[in-house]
């Protein structure tokens, strides 16, 4: 067990390098969620009640940035380039390698939402986050949900080059009906009712519960509620879909 | 034979897809030490029998033990020993060859230097190169230098050299005879004739999910047994000639003496000794040019075992010779 361990970490350890060296990858991990808020920031600034929806927003974003698009793009390429299928016949334990996949998904989340609240406190006026424990625990359940939902749509997708089409297809509509940018209290009454079905909104709003507002986690149980089940329905379809091998062959 | 001397031990192996037989009760052992080829079309079975061994798939029936362990168990250990070389396969583009080969070896307990392994399948001015610039044969030798890494006893090659221009063909050949020589025991698949009788020193026939007949390549093609030899030439009116004859001396003979006498030449003559091809042909039911066999061969020993003849150092390809008489 403690050379699965060992083994795990140099796994992560690869991933992290490979991570640094793939400009795509960083682009849309960090880069593309930081001029966002850089540039929407910007737009509002004065107004620090848009200001105190698009930080948070943007944490929430970023959260399924780094794992729902990271993770439903990576395990498709190394599904259909055989990686996995190569890895297999290694003696690298699975968990070590499916931790370290994970581990790695998880380092760019927190440290992206480290960099969104650094912003916040420095550049739009919010101040250090009001419960510190609220916000681990919206992002831990972020991670969970939409890693596990990442790597379920993975199996969904045929091959490398329809990856970006159908990720974004999800990702585009549920970022702006989740009140990442605005307010959603002025939505379509039905857009509401979706957005309130999905995860997004739940892990905004408990950010935002942290972050801005300090209604702490007992406000937020119900939306601790929806994320848990999402991580569920993800978790399942994640293990029951797994593919070692690439779906043209 | 006992199963302290065989790497792989195969009996009874079944695998349906479905409806679909792939694998249909084929039973073969291969030495420790030995280069075993699975040799049949595309579709004959190869691959899934490849894969069964390997661990990525389960079979369906039969028994199938590799270096001692049931590979479907999927063990560290028995990963630990084995070298995989998979028909097409990616590896991490933004690493170099230097990094992929010395991070595969620390998965291994006890791996062989990356220095030497690239030494071994011709790498060694490649090492800084990231894997995403290598041409395709290159990354065929990577492929190889990863499955060589880990030091393992037994190595599966899966096609090695589909694809490959003649001159890479034959490094590979250089480099699986290099191996043999460390006494690795490699199994290797492949749907070229003059792969299995250049390198193996035992060669299974596969097609439709069955062994058609197995042995050594000499065994099954070459070295008499009355197997015909083709005495193929152009005559005075252009027309290709082919005869069949165990013995191809006489009719030399008789041909060449009528030639002369007649004046003529005998325009591209040739003597082909009996070939593994010609078994393969016969067996798998193709037909190489469509043109009609003289004789019937003798039927080849169907899934013989293996007899006691040497391992197979001169399976040199068929003797050809060919002249402007």
Same mark, same amino acid.
């Given at each position: 067990m403690p050379d699965a361990i060992a083994l795990g970490w140099r796994q992560y350890r690869l991933e992290r390098r490979m991570f640094w060296r793939n400009p795509a990858a960083a682009f849309f991990n960090f880069l593309l969620p930081l001029a966002l808020l850089g540039l929407i920031g910007a737009v509002a600034s004065g107004h620090q009640n848009e200001l105190n929806i698009i930080v948070p927003g943007i944490a929430g974003m970023s959260v399924m940035t780094t794992t729902f698009i990271a993770l439903a793009h990576n395990m498709t390429a190394l599904r259909e380039d055989g990686v996995l299928k190569r890895i297999r016949g290694t003696p690298l334990p699975t968990g070590a390698y499916l931790g370290a996949l994970a581990a790695n998904a998880v380092t760019n989340a927190a440290v992206q939402v480290s960099l969104v609240v650094i912003a916040g406190k420095l550049f739009f006026g919010l101040g250090w986050p009001k419960d510190w424990v609220e916000l681990i625990v919206f992002v831990a359940a972020g991670v969970v949900c939409f890693a596990s939902l990442g790597v379920a749509l993975s199996h969904a997708i045929p091959n490398s080059e329809s990856a970006p089409v159908i990720v974004n297809a999800v990702f585009l509509p549920v970022i702006l009906i989740s009140g990442v940018f605005f307010d959603p209290k002025h939505a379509p009454s039905f857009l509401r009712d979706i957005a309130q079905a999905l995860p997004l909104k739940h892990v905004i709003d408990g950010l935002s519960g942290a972050m801005v507002t300090g209604r702490g986690l007992g406000d937020h149980l119900s939306a601790l509620a929806v994320i848990g089940l999402w991580s569920v329905a993800g978790i399942v379809l994640a293990v029951r879909g797994f593919s070692w091998e690439a779906h043209r062959s | 034979m006992s199963s302290a001397t065989a790497a792989i031990e195969v009996t009874g192996l079944r695998k349906s897809y479905g409806a679909l037989e792939a694998v249909r009760g084929i039973s073969f052992s291969v030495r420790r030490g030995e280069v075993f080829g699975l040799l049949g079309p595309n579709g004959a079975g190869k691959t899934t029998t490849v894969e069964i061994l390997e661990g990525y798939r389960e079979r369906t029936a039969g028994t199938v033990t590799v270096l001692g362990h049931d590979p479907q168990l999927r063990s560290r250990e028995l990963r630990a020993r084995v070298g995989i070389v998979l028909q097409s396969c990616g590896i991490y583009r933004h690493l170099t060859v230097g990094e992929v080969l010395s991070h595969w070896a620390r998965l291994y307990p006890s791996p062989r230097p990356v220095s030497e392994v690239l030494e071994v399948v011709g790498m060694t001015d490649q090492a800084?190169? &990231?894997?995403?610039?290598?041409s395709g044969g290159q990354r065929r030798r990577l492929d190889l230098g990863l499955a060589l890494v880990g030091d393992p006893e037994l190595i599966f090659l899966d096609? &090695?050299?589909? +694809?490959? /221009?003649p001159a890479a063909r034959r490094n590979a050949w250089d480099t699986v005879r290099s191996l043999r020589d460390l006494g690795k025991t490699i199994l290797l698949t492949t749907h070229y004739l003059d792969e299995a009788q250049a390198l193996a020193d035992q060669v299974a026939i596969i097609k439709d999910g069955r062994i058609l007949a197995q042995g050594s390549p000499q065994e099954l +093609?070459?070295?008499?047994?009355g197997q015909p030899y083709t005495v193929t030439y152009v005559d005075s009116s252009g027309r290709r000639v082919e005869h069949r004859t165990p013995d191809p001396t006489s009719l030399l003979h008789e041909l060449t003496a009528d030639a002369l006498a007649r004046g003529e030449r005998l325009h591209q003559l040739s003597v082909t000794r009996p070939s593994l091809e010609d078994v393969y042909l016969d067996l798998t039911g193709q /037909?190489? /040019? +469509?043109?009609?066999?003289a004789m019937d061969m003798g039927p080849p020993k169907r899934a013989a075992g293996r007899g006691e003849s040497p391992a197979a150092g001169g399976s040199d390809s068929p003797t050809r010779v060919t002249a402007d008489a």
């Open positions: - | 800084h190169q &990231p894997t995403r610039r290598l096609e &090695p050299t589909t +694809g490959f /221009d +093609g070459v070295g008499g047994h /037909d190489a /040019d +469509g043109s009609q066999t």
